[in-house]
């Protein structure tokens, strides 16, 4: 039989289930020993938080409004709108992956009411030559077989912003459930924006349609710029073709 | 019995940063879903572009006692449409008339571009929340005022000169004619 002597006060005698014994020996000398240290750590503990609270509280570091204005010499050939579309639902048990979701899954379950939502915006991406690059060099005229060749500078893609707002495609908040506040919407813009970046950096068919269409759009542009008198005009692009995505 | 005690309390401290552990290693979990991006259109186009530019503005705004304060960056460029451009050839000089600018804003796609910081509410136990129409006029207003700004600060008219520039030097490789471009 194994007794596990627990000091409580004075005076009285429990016994345990399953052949173990508690003795609780009351004792006013013991309880005075135990309890006060503790109350003196707590009280040392709470002085400490009260004294220590404006000095821990996490600062967020001072925002910088940067500003750049860029002298360029873009020629743009074709913009592209993307679109993103992300919904906010409870988390149901049966599609539960993780503790943690199912968790969450239980205690949404218990919540009064719906909370769902779905919002969507556009992100453009453009396509552009960089005519700082163009030099006299890259066109070349044969007035013998009147034939006039230009050589443009690489075709370059980049993100060019997304819409400010926000598209809000569904809303339905009702019973006792938090209405969806502009930081949740603001969270959610900044999680579609890595995934839309990630998913076009990934995906070289959204480069490849959008560089198809500026190398369309530029020839058609560059051959009727050039031809004069008759001239037939045969329009390339350098090669390094790349940029942001 | 006191190597018990040390033993039982041993274990009852392993099993707890274990479950700790284990609960901190779990993946986070959301609520947002998303769905996959789409390409929605292209648009060819021959824009000549003289302007960058990207800014962070701060948004402070207020819609009777709510009040909204956050911060946006706004990224954009000033072109001109080449593609409807007025030209007329007179003898060797050909006359090209620069198009209206075109401004484009909007926000830019860098991490971080649009934050909310702070929003509240004047009187007690007043709702601080904004919606979606709310946030979203209120960014059209702080854009519509920064559209502003870029023809008081001067950006527009250097746009304008620096096009000017480069246009005639295009036009004059490609033409091989003496070519004036004009703006009104």
């Known amino acids: 039989m194994r007794v596990i002597n627990i000091f409580w006060g004075s005076g009285s005698k429990l016994s345990g289930a399953g052949g173990v014994k508690f003795v609780m020996n009351f004792n006013a000398n013991n309880m005075k020993q135990i309890v006060q240290p503790i109350l003196h750590m707590l009280t040392l503990l709470l002085v400490t938080l009260l004294l220590t609270a404006g000095c821990t509280k996490k600062r967020e570091p001072a925002e910088l409004l940067f500003s750049e204005f860029k002298k360029v010499d873009k020629l743009v050939l074709a913009r592209m709108s993307v679109s993103k579309m992300a919904t906010i639902d409870d988390l149901k048990l049966s599609e539960a992956g993780t503790a943690k979701e199912a968790g969450a899954a239980l205690i949404d379950a218990l919540k009064i009411g719906n909370r769902k939502a779905a919002y969507s915006y556009n992100t453009y991406l453009r396509a552009y030559v960089d005519m700082s690059e163009f030099t006299p060099d890259d066109i070349y005229v044969d007035d013998d077989t009147r034939v006039i060749e230009v050589r443009l500078p690489a075709i370059q893609t980049e993100f060019a912003g997304r819409d400010a707002a926000i598209k809000e495609e569904h809303y339905r908040v009702t019973g006792l459930r938090s209405s969806i506040s502009p930081y949740e919407r603001a969270d959610i813009k900044e999680r579609m924006n890595a995934a839309l970046k990630k998913e076009v950096e990934n995906n070289p068919e959204f480069s490849r349609r959008l560089t198809a269409a500026a190398r369309l759009k530029g020839s058609a542009f560059f051959s009727k710029l050039a031809d004069i008198d008759g001239y037939s005009v045969s329009v390339s692009f350098k090669n390094k073709e790349g940029g942001a995505l | ?184």
């Not at chain 2, 060797?92 to 926000?107: M, N, R, S």
């Open chain 2, 1 to 184: 019995m006191r190597y018990l005690k040390i033993t039982v309390l041993l274990v009852i401290l392993a099993a707890v940063v274990g479950v700790a552990m284990w609960w901190k290693q779990t993946p986070e979990y959301s609520r947002v879903r998303m769905e996959d991006a789409k390409i929605a259109d292209i648009t060819p186009m021959v824009s000549l572009c003289t302007i960058d530019f990207y800014q962070d503005v701060p948004i402070r705004a207020n819609k009777g006692s709510r009040h909204f304060f956050g911060k946006m960056t706004l990224t954009g460029s000033i072109g001109f449409d080449l593609e409807h451009m007025r030209q007329e050839s007179r003898g060797d000089t050909l006359k090209v008339w620069l198009p209206q600018e075109i401004i484009t804003i909007d926000e830019s796609t860098a991490e971080g571009s649009y934050k909310v910081i702070d929003t509240w509410n004047d009187k007690l136990l007043g709702k601080s929340g904004f919606t979606t129409a709310e946030e979203n006029e209120i960014k059209r207003k702080i854009m519509e005022s920064f559209r502003r700004g870029l023809y008081s600060s001067g950006q527009v008219a250097k746009a304008r000169r620096e096009a000017v520039e480069s246009l005639t030097s295009m036009l004059e490789a490609f033409t091989r004619r003496k070519v004036v471009v004009i703006y009104r």
